[in-house]
């Protein structure tokens, strides 16, 4: 307990301090008036954007009872806080420190000639100062439900055995520093936004500074928990343990869908961007392809349809379109769709069996492996009509350069970020249940109640007779 109120007082010292920076800069436009008068579309585009944002922040359910319907029913209640709560960490570190950190900009990190940092932003620490203002606060909102769901997708690959607490405070700092770096070289004027090939690094709603960075941390912290009791035999063959509710794996997975209306057209942040009826579009096609391909492999493998394996699918089409949904035609929506289930399938069978690393709800695959493609199939397919991005089907090769960058620089940086954050809280505050917490069921020993109670309680001999 008292390394626990070590590490609050800590968090409450860091706060201060970043607040006293914020408090020592102008203040912004907090009540929009000036704003509006500037920009008289201002209003629209900002419904438009947090509408958006509120699709986004209703994913979280959705990967709460995908990942829930995945996994033994013993762990449910453990996993479905680990949805909710990260979500909640998240969110406060990327106030305190995450938006400063990935937008923010200051004569103390100034580097550029636009005064950002080609590194890392400096200001706008609690959204004081500058960042008080109405159209910096929308944007922390629409970037915060990202860096959620960045940090809720490695929920599901350490699931059934890692400790709460070394959960949470992972939570945190996937929030406060992780996504934000990454995310501020791509999106808040880094160095990889301006690579001078093609133009620069793209990856217009996030496969790679959303689902790329939480697979691979993910797949760090996976790795440094150990696999699950019993899940490799002696020789190193993986055991399947089958999921609870399959009913939890479709509506998940359909709320998700769903959600990813207000991911990838909504990146615009603007609906006077018409583009929107494009990107709607090309991610409806890749994710309905994604699981149509992968519903047939699974016919044409086991002779069964396999709804799992279409689902999975689905999501790996979703996301591998989010990188380049405004930049492609739809015919290329189709083939990056089509694409991704094979990329998925690959990349979780290489985790398990060469890797030997447990990825409970195979995230790898859909986040990491998916969202490497999508972020290579900007340089191939791009075809010049948005944003001045083209690729090889427009006749140029310099995007797929900057792609081929971007994807090196983000498997090395989630890699590395999540092996030093993952390898720290193990030497801290240790990051695995106990075996017997585990085998009992981590519903129990972490939160003393069961997803389903009534299932294992008696049936009173008057109430069985009546049914009867």
């Known amino acids: 307990m008292r390394k626990y109120l070590h590490l ?8 201060a301090a970043a607040a006293s920076v914020g408090l020592a800069i102008a203040d912004g436009d907090p009540n929009g008036a000036d704003t509006l008068k500037a920009e008289p579309n201002l209003g629209v585009n900002m419904a438009w954007t947090l509408m958006c944002g509120f699709l986004v922040f209703f994913m979280q359910p959705g990967f709460a009872l995908l990942g829930a319907g995945l996994m033994r029913v013993k762990h449910t209640v453990n996993y479905m806080t680990k949805s909710f709560m990260d979500f909640c960490m998240t969110g406060i570190s990327f106030w305190a420190f995450g938006y400063a950190f990935m937008f923010g900009g200051s004569a103390f990190f100034e580097g550029l000639a636009t005064g950002k940092n080609p590194l890392i932003g400096g200001s706008g620490f609690l959204l004081l100062g500058d960042a008080y203002d109405v159209k910096n606060i929308m944007n922390w909102f629409f970037q915060m439900v990202f860096a959620a769901t960045a940090a809720t997708i490695v929920a599901g690959m350490v699931a059934e055995r890692m400790k709460i607490a070394a959960y949470l405070a992972y939570s945190f700092m996937i929030g406060a520093v992780i996504y934000p770096i990454y ?21 217009f709603a996030g496969s790679g500074v959303v689902h790329v960075i939480g697979g691979t941390v993910g797949l760090m912290g996976a790795w440094l928990v150990g696999a699950r009791t019993g899940k490799y035999n002696a020789d190193g ?17 359909f709320i998700l869908f769903f959600g990813w209306f207000g991911f990838n057209p909504g990146s615009t942040l603007a609906a006077t961007d018409l583009r929107i009826s494009v990107i ?18 699974s016919i044409v493998r086991t002779g069964k349809a ?45 985790v398990e069996r060469k890797l030997k690393i447990d990825d409970v709800v195979g995230a790898f695959g ?7 493609w999508g972020l290579l199939a900007v340089g191939i397919f791009a075809d010049g009509t948005y944003g001045g ?19 090196g620089t983000v498997l090395a940086w989630g890699l590395g970020a999540g092996f030093v ?29 069961e997803a389903y109670p009534e299932a294992n309680t008696p049936v009173p001999p008057a109430a069985s007779a009546a049914r009867r």
Not at 8 to 15: E, F, H, K, N, Q
Not at 187 to 201: N, V
Not at 426 to 445: C, F, P, V, Y
């Open 8 to 15: 609050v007082s800590l968090l409450i010292a860091l706060v």
């Open 280 to 297: 709607a579009v090309n991610t409806f096609l890749a994710g309905a392809t994604g699981a149509v391909v992968a519903m047939y492999l």
């Open 237 to 253: 063959t993986p055991n399947q343990f089958r999921g609870h509710n399959v009913v939890f794996i479709v509506t998940g997975t």
């Open 366 to 372: 859909v986040h990491a492996g998916s969202g490497l």
């Open 389 to 407: 991005v083209s690729g090889l089907v427009d006749g140029k090769g310099g995007q797929l350069v900057a792609q081929l960058i971007s994807m």
């Open 421 to 449: 954050l993952f390898y720290a809280l193990k030497k801290t505050m240790g990051l695995r249940a106990s075996r017997e917490e585990e085998l009992q069921g981590l519903d129990i020993a972490e939160h003393g109640i």
């Open 306 to 350: 396999d709804i799992i394996a279409a689902c999975n699918g689905s999501l790996a089409g979703l996301v591998a379109i989010t990188a380049g949904c405004a930049y492609v035609a739809p015919w290329a929506a189709v083939i990056i769709g089509a694409v991704a289930p094979f990329v998925q399938q690959a990349a979780a069978m290489f």
């Open 183 to 203: 995310g501020h070289w791509v999106w808040g004027g880094g160095w990889l936004s301006t690579l001078p090939f093609g133009a620069g690094a793209k990856d």
